[in-house]
């Protein structure tokens, strides 16, 4: 009973490198999300899909791309990576939009 | 633009307390609001959602409530435990479908 799983756990970059973060979930849920979590700051959204085939930007968009693979997955591209991106980042799906949302247990992310 | 606020920013309480964590928000026309639990170092687990047209959701010791008008929901907690401390988020959802959310309250129960 996986749920939503993302990879990797932890990850330290040096500015400027790239990297993808991956999501997956197995509840045949057609929408899903990547949040990030900075203390004092909590959960915004980065971008969301609402089906398969469909991106659009959310509050906090700005360095990121997503690439949704097919129904499954979701991933996040960071190309050019900022100290400032140093966060938490969550993977979530919901059956659609509007439903309750199921949360990974979250990718952190430092920048040096 | 919507604005979400949780108060108290922490709560500690003796173990068998009942005790209330707040939710308010700045825009009522929400679509349904999630209350969520993090425990340190964690994922979301979803606790309760409650539809816009619904005034309240229980779900074993906890029961969430709804007043859309004001602005506010509330979670209830009976009869806490030491497995309850973590801290609980509270999220508003707008039309557009994404998720907007407080800052939390951090809980510790004592034993």
């Known amino acids: 009973n996986a749920g939503v799983t993302q990879t990797p756990k932890f990850q330290v970059l040096k500015t400027g490198q790239s990297m993808t973060l991956q999501c997956a979930q197995d509840m045949n849920h057609n929408s899903m999300y990547w949040y990030r979590q900075d203390p004092g700051m909590g959960l915004r959204l980065i971008y969301y899909?609402?089906?398969?085939?469909?991106?659009d930007k959310g509050e906090v968009p700005n360095g990121y791309n997503v690439s949704r693979l097919n129904k499954r997955e979701f991933s996040l591209r960071l190309e050019s990576a900022a100290p400032s991106q140093t966060s938490v980042y969550f993977c979530a799906s919901s059956p659609v939009l509007n439903t309750e949302a199921f949360f990974g247990q979250g990718t952190r992310l430092t920048v040096v | 633009k919507q604005e979400v606020t949780q108060i108290p920013a922490a709560l500690s309480v003796p173990e068998g307390e009942n005790l209330v964590l707040n939710c308010s928000f700045t825009d009522s026309a929400i679509y349904n609001l999630q209350w969520f639990r993090q425990d340190p170092g964690k994922g979301l687990t979803s606790l309760l959602l409650i539809q816009s047209s619904q005034r309240e959701q229980t779900s074993g010791r906890l029961n969430a409530s709804l007043d859309k008008s004001s602005g506010r929901s509330t979670l209830y907690i009976a009869a806490s435990q030491p497995g309850d401390s973590a801290t609980y988020l509270c999220a508003v959802r707008g039309s557009q479908g994404n998720l907007i959310f407080g800052k939390g309250t951090k809980l510790s129960v004592k034993p």
């Open positions: 899909s609402a089906s398969e085939g469909t991106t």
